[in-house]
């Protein structure tokens, strides 16, 4: 989808574009962010040409989804609104926003495949198109490129718990918003391990080693919600065993 918003933007502004998405997480149906792989690297742009000139939803298509794509695209969809909510770039609206939708919606949400997983992921795509994201979509962007069936959403869903308590655990920050907009740290941690796996985070430990001073470097990771150090890669060895 990403490729069309940027053919349509450079090659023929004048198409009326209709985004339809086959799986839910990235919302790139709802969104002015486009990403694309140049060399071994994440280009990530931010433009108002690269929004859709509509969206529409194909409910039929739920059934077509594998089971796995489908959590990886919850964990997607979670991180989104997540690292929305509690980027430095957010404003109050936005978080209000966030918090609205976690609370109201993706919390009561079954971990299930269902077509009301496209709506709220152009929902949360929305929340951080508004503000920021952070360490979870700088692992994601910096590891994508180097390996091989290791997509965006995958390690998105796959890095979501851990970064969330190494959040919640290296400062105040987390703690405070989510106790000034009404978030509960505990159940929104309880339902993010569920998406998490971990024999396959053990799989791709190395991988993090071996590029932590590329991610740590990422722009994403300069406006996560907590300062993320060097030495932060000992936690993220030791944090499932």
């Known amino acids: 989808m990403d490729k069309a918003k940027f053919w349509r933007r450079d090659c023929s502004p004048a198409t009326w574009l209709c985004a339809v998405p086959s799986l839910w997480g990235s919302g790139a149906e709802a969104s002015p962010v486009a990403v694309r792989t140049v060399g071994d690297k994440k280009d990530a742009q931010l433009d108002a040409s690269l929004l859709p000139d509509a969206r529409a939803v194909l409910p039929t298509l739920t059934s077509t989804i594998p089971a796995d794509i489908a959590r990886w695209g919850m964990g997607d969809t979670w991180s989104h609104a997540l690292e929305g909510f509690l980027s430095p770039l957010a404003s109050h609206q936005v978080r209000a926003d ?4 976690i609370n109201n919606e993706l919390l009561p949400a079954d971990l299930q495949p269902g077509s009301a997983w496209f709506e709220l992921s152009a929902k949360a795509c929305a929340i951080q198109a508004n503000s920021g994201v952070g360490l979870i979509h700088a692992i994601a962007h910096v590891l994508e490129p180097k390996l091989q069936n290791f997509g965006h959403a995958r390690l998105c869903s796959l890095y979501l718990w851990p970064v969330f308590i190494f959040n919640s655990e290296r400062g105040p920050k987390v703690g405070q918003l989510f106790e000034e907009y009404g978030l509960d740290s505990t159940t929104i941690g309880a339902t993010l391990e569920q998406l998490f ?10 991988a993090l080693n071996t590029h932590w001073s590329e991610i740590i470097r990422h722009p994403l990771s300069r406006i996560n ?14 944090v499932v065993r």
Do not use: H, M
């Not at 796996?197 to 190395?206: S, T």
């Not at 919600?225 to 030791?238: G, H, K, M, P, Q």
């Open 225 to 238: 919600c907590t300062l993320v150090r060097s030495d932060a890669i000992t936690w993220f060895n030791e």
């Open 98 to 101: 966030g918090a609205q939708l």
């Open 197 to 206: 796996d971990a024999e396959e985070y053990r799989v791709l430990l190395p």
